[in-house]
C-alpha cells in the first residue's frame, strides 16, 4: 500500500531512534551510556503516584471531556496564574496526550499548504516535520552559539512575511537549554506585534528547570498584547519526571481552543483518565521539590560543560535551562579516527561516539544546526564523568 503525501512529506524522531538504538545495544549486552534520551532519571513524585491509584479505586476508568476533565483544567488554570501571571477559563484550556499531541493539534488544526511557520533553529526535532506534514513550510533562523542560541529581533523581522502563520519559541530550549529573559521575550513580541496575522506557539515545557537564578517568563506574560495571539503551551512531563503519563496542556484563545478539541475528538479523544488525574496531584500540590531537582540538574550541567570544554577544537556554552547541552566542534570535521574514517559530519561524529566509545548522543543536524551534538545530562553524575571521559578520549584520539 501507498503511504499518504503527508506521512511522506516526514522523518520518523531522529532523538527517538537513537533511544530505541541504545535499547537494543543494551538488550545485546554492550555497555553504552545513553545520553540521547530527553527524559528525566528522577521517578514520579510519590504523591502523583498515590493520585493515580487512589483515582483507580475510585473508579475514575472511563471515558472524559475530550480535551480534559474540569479538576484538570482548573488545576491548569491555578497553574498559569500562580507562575505565569496569565488567566485563563475553561473554554481557553485544553488538556492533551503529551506536549507533541499538543503541537500536532495546534498546526495541524490552523496550517495549510503555503503557509509558513517560523523555527529558530537549533530546534526540537518534531516541529519541523509537525508543520510539513500539516502541508506547511518551516522557515528557520539560524541562531549558533555566538548568539547564545537564541535568535534576534533582527532576524525575527526579516523572516515575517505575509504568508507568516506561527512563530514557534521554546524557551528554555530542547536541544540547547538556552532560555529567553522577560527582555529578550519583550523585544521578539515587539516585532510580532507589528504583524498581526502571526501567531506565537511559546513552548515552556522545560518551565521550572533553570539555573543560576534566571527568571522564567513567557511572551503573553511580558507581552499582554499578544495574549489573543498566543498558545501558550506545557506539560508534566519534565518537571515531574512524568514522561510515559502522556499529559501536555496549554491555554490560549477560545476560538483555536475549540478548534483543538474537534480535531482531538477524531484522533485521540481524551488523555488517560488516570493520568489526568495524577496530573491534578502534580500541579495543585507541594512544589518545593521542583527547586531541589534543578539544583541536582545543575551541578550535572556544570559536570558536563566543564568537561566537554576541556577538550581541544569542542565549545559548549553554559545553558540558563533545560537539561541538554549542545557543544559545537567544528574544528574537529575533517580529522580522522583511529580505524582511519574521516569525521566529515557530526553524524559520522556521533557514529564514531557510539561505535569507539560507546556514548549515545544525537548529532546536530537532526536540531537543524551542525556540527554540534546535543547530549542529556538527565543521569546520574558517575554515567555523566564516565560518559565525558570517554569522549575526552575518543576526541584525543582523532587525526
Known amino acids: 500500500m501507498q503511504t499518504s503525501a503527508a506521512l511522506q512529506r516526514i522523518q520518523p524522531s531522529a532523538t527517538l531512534a537513537m533511544t530505541s538504538r541504545v535499547f537494543e545495544l543494551k538488550r545485546a549486552g554492550v ?11 528522577f521517578d514520579t513524585p510519590e504523591f502523583v503516584k498515590e493520585a493515580a491509584i487512589q483515582a483507580i479505586r475510585d473508579g475514575k476508568t472511563k471515558y472524559t471531556n475530550v480535551d480534559g476533565t474540569p479538576e484538570l483544567k482548573d488545576a491548569v488554570i491555578a497553574k498559569f496564574k500562580r507562575d505565569n501571571g496569565l488567566d485563563y477559563t475553561a473554554q481557553q484550556v485544553t488538556i492533551n496526550v503529551g ?55 533582527a532576524q525575527l523581522e526579516a523572516a515575517i512575511t505575509p504568508k507568516t502563520k506561527w512563530v514557534i519559541l521554546n524557551s528554555p530550549s530542547n536541544p540547547t537549554g538556552a532560555a529567553y529573559s522577560a527582555a529578550e521575550l519583550k523585544a521578539l513580541g515587539e516585532v510580532i506585534e507589528r504583524h498581526p496575522q502571526v ?12 539555573y543560576d537564578g534566571f527568571e522564567f517568563a ?19 512531563s519534565k518537571a515531574y519526571a512524568m514522561t510515559g503519563w502522556r499529559i501536555g496542556f496549554a491555554g ?9 478539541a474537534k480535531l482531538q475528538s477524531q484522533s485521540t479523544s481524551n488523555p488517560c483518565s488516570i493520568a489526568q488525574a495524577a496530573a491534578v496531584a502534580a500541579l495543585t500540590g507541594d512544589q518545593s521539590f521542583l527547586k531541589d531537582r534543578a539544583a541536582a540538574f545543575q551541578t550535572r550541567r556544570d559536570l558536563v560543560v566543564g ?14 535551562g533545560a537539561f541538554y547541552v549542545y557543544p559545537e566542534f567544528s574544528a574537529l570535521i575533517g580529522k580522522t579516527t583511529p580505524k582511519g574514517k574521516v569525521i566529515a559530519t557530526d553524524e559520522d561524529m556521533i557514529g564514531y561516539f557510539l561505535d569507539d566509545a560507546r556514548v549515545a548522543a544525537v548529532h546536530g543536524a537532526a536540531f537543524g544546526l551542525s556540527p554540534a551534538m546535543r547530549i542529556s545530562y538527565a543521569t546520574s553524575e558517575a554515567l555523566l564523568r564516565e560518559a565525558c571521559t570517554r569522549i575526552q578520549t575518543a576526541c584525543a584520539d582523532l587525526r
Open 31 to 41: 555497555d553504552v551510556i545513553g545520553l540521547g534520551a530527553g527524559e528525566p532519571d
Open 99 to 153: 506536549g507533541k499531541h499538543t503541537l500536532f493539534n495546534a498546526i495541524v488544526a490552523t496550517v495549510e499548504a503555503g503557509d509558513e511557520v517560523i523555527v529558530p533553529a537549533p530546534y526540537w526535532v518534531s516541529y519541523p516535520d509537525v508543520i510539513q506534514f500539516a502541508g506547511g513550510t518551516p522557515v528557520f533562523i539560524a541562531a549558533g552559539a555566538d548568539q547564545g542560541y537564541k535568535i534576534t529581533p
Open 199 to 210: 501567531w506565537v506557539f511559546a513552548d515552556d515545557m522545560y518551565e521550572h528547570i533553570l
Open 218 to 236: 513567557t511572551i503573553a506574560q511580558v507581552c499582554p498584547s499578544l495574549y489573543e495571539r498566543t498558545l501558550t503551551v506545557n506539560g508534566c
Open 252 to 260: 490560549g484563545p477560545a476560538p483555536l481552543i475549540k478548534a483543538i
Open 307 to 320: 568537561m566537554l570544554n576541556e577538550i581541544d577544537g569542542m565549545h559548549c556554552p553554559t545553558p540558563e
